[in-house]
Structures are given as structure tokens and as C-alpha cells.
């Protein structure tokens, strides 16, 4: 008997140390994390490092109306832009200028994976107020290196796999890479990404852009035509 009490009592103040944290303790924010098809919910005390790609971007909040809680609202809107790790374009090319050459005069394609071309949600909770913010890639873009201006286009590109056809993601060198250094164009791929954020007390607004880039070495060259008999 007095050991069924004194489990009682220990089962007790264990229960009372679960649902009550110390007030030396910090209570983690809830932050949510949403993917297509399978929504999952985690509690972090740290953030990962802020994305490099953010540079000093800051979502200002500001209202002269207490219900909106423009305080809370800045701190969960901003913990969630720092939350977010953007996808390094990985590019694509045809001809295949990275792996082997494409051509002067020649239509050169370029794309990037579809699976790096998704909106990324967070959901941030401060207290009783909850932003949500959706990151979305807008547009790709290509500095190829030349000295001509980028080429931009509303999207991933297109994989090149019929010929004859025709991208919006496309770019025709005027000249070999040999005026290069050590015979290639240094150039860049960059997705460009807008962060849209709502939140429960009726404020919302835009963030951005966000410029993601990815360099990469081109070699470019002319084709000598061959006349047979």
C-alpha cells in the first residue's frame, strides 16, 4: 500500500513537470513546415543559419491599429524568411556548353530542374498570431559571361529534346570563348524568387526579390564548315 502511494505521488509531480516548464526555460515557437502532400509541424528553439541569398532582406511591419499586432506580426513573418533555404539552380544547356562546347550562331538552351521550381512554405507562430509565407520562383535568368545583356524568361525553361523547335530560355553567342579566360565564358544561372506573406490579424505584404545564382564556365566555339566533292 504505502508503495502504490508513493508511486502515486512520483507518477504525480512527473505529470505536474511535463505540462508545467520552468519559467528559466524557453518555450519554443511553433513553426510549420508545409509540403506538397504531407504537412509536418515542428517545435525549434534555433533557426539554420540564414540563407546567404537573403543578404540583409527585412520584412518591415507597421500599423497604427492594436488589433493587428504589427509587432508579433514582424517577428513571426521575419523568423520565417530566415527559416527558408532557397535551391541552388542547377543548369542545363544545348548544346551541352558546360560538359562539351555549344556553338557561335547557334540557339543555346538553357533550363533548369522542375523540382528546384516549387513554392516553399512556412507557417510561423509568435504567441496567438500566425504568418504564413509562400517563397515562388518567378523568373530565370542568364548571365552568359559575353558581355551581352541577360536573357530572362518567366519560368524553368524548356529541356531540349526535339529539334527545329524553340525556347523562351535561350541565348545565341555572338563570338568564341577564346577572348575568355582560359578559353570559357564565366557566366551565371539565377532563379529570382518573391516571398508573399499573410497573417491572421489582416496584415500581409510582398518580400523580395531574392536572387539565387549558381555560376557557370561556358565554352563556346566556332564551326569551320568542310566542303566535299
Known amino acids: 500500500m504505502k508503495f502504490l502511494k508513493r508511486f502515486v505521488v512520483l507518477f504525480s509531480v512527473a505529470l505536474g513537470a511535463l505540462a508545467l516548464p520552468s519559467s528559466a526555460e524557453a518555450v519554443p515557437s511553433l513553426v510549420y513546415r508545409a509540403t506538397p502532400g504531407s504537412p509536418a ?25 492594436p488589433a493587428h499586432r504589427a509587432d508579433k506580426v514582424g517577428v513571426a513573418a521575419n523568423r520565417g524568411l530566415s527559416s527558408v533555404t532557397f535551391p541552388r539552380p542547377v543548369p542545363f544547356f544545348a548544346p551541352p ?3 562539351v562546347r555549344t556553338l557561335v550562331g547557334v540557339d543555346t538552351w538553357f533550363w533548369v ?11 510561423v507562430a509568435a504567441g496567438s498570431v500566425v504568418v504564413t ?12 559571361g559575353d558581355g551581352s545583356a541577360p536573357v530572362s524568361c518567366p519560368g524553368p525553361g524548356l529541356p531540349w529534346i526535339v ?16 577572348v575568355g579566360a582560359a578559353g570559357r565564358f564565366r557566366g551565371t544561372i539565377q532563379s529570382v524568387w518573391m516571398v508573399r506573406w499573410t497573417s491572421n490579424t489582416g496584415l500581409a505584404g510582398t518580400a523580395g526579390p531574392v536572387v539565387v545564382p549558381t555560376p557557370v564556365s561556358l565554352r563556346v566555339v566556332e564551326a569551320q564548315p568542310v566542303l566535299e566533292r
Open 41 to 65: 509541424l515542428y517545435a525549434s528553439q534555433k533557426l539554420p543559419p540564414r540563407d546567404p541569398a537573403l543578404g540583409d532582406l527585412h520584412i518591415e511591419v507597421s500599423s497604427r491599429d
Open 97 to 99: 556548353a558546360q560538359r
Open 113 to 123: 530542374s522542375t523540382a528546384s521550381w516549387r513554392p516553399i512554405v512556412r507557417i
Open 133 to 144: 509565407l509562400v517563397a515562388t520562383p518567378i523568373t530565370l535568368q542568364f548571365l552568359p
Open 163 to 178: 529539334p527545329g523547335t524553340r525556347s523562351p530560355c535561350s541565348h545565341v553567342f555572338q563570338r568564341a570563348s577564346t
